[in-house]
């Protein structure tokens, strides 16, 4: 039996792995479950956690652009070049804009915790002048 989510701001919970990288569906069943991911979205915080038992830090790759955050669990390196490509990638759609120099990445025995701020508005009085 399928399961259908509908990706909302206050859905996070589901895992956003299959939410959001293979749709809205079934794996496939050639395709090795890639790592669980959980968020939860607070007024100005969004909180994801992705499990990824046997890898380390090194073995992850989290790039924030705009308002989506990518996540790559990187493969075994390649014999000839020994560049490591993606084995599994996530993308997540953020539903408000963070501060990209305040996020928090931690990792221990395995789960990968981020935690992202809500940018605050610049505010500023602007001085209008008179037209001559």
Known sequence: MERSHALTPFSLGLDLLRATELGLGRLPARTPAGPR?????????????????????????????????????????????????????????????VDAEAVEATFRHGLLEVVLHRLKPERRAITVQLAE
């Open 37 to 97: 991911l959980q968020g939860r979205v607070g007024k100005d915080t969004i909180e994801v956690r992705a499990e990824v038992p046997g890898s380390g830090p090194d073995d992850l790759e989290l790039v924030l652009e705009g308002a989506t955050l990518h996540l790559a669990l990187l493969g075994k390196p390649d014999p000839d070049s020994g560049e490591r490509a993606a084995a599994h990638r996530a993308h997540l759609n953020l539903p408000f804009r």
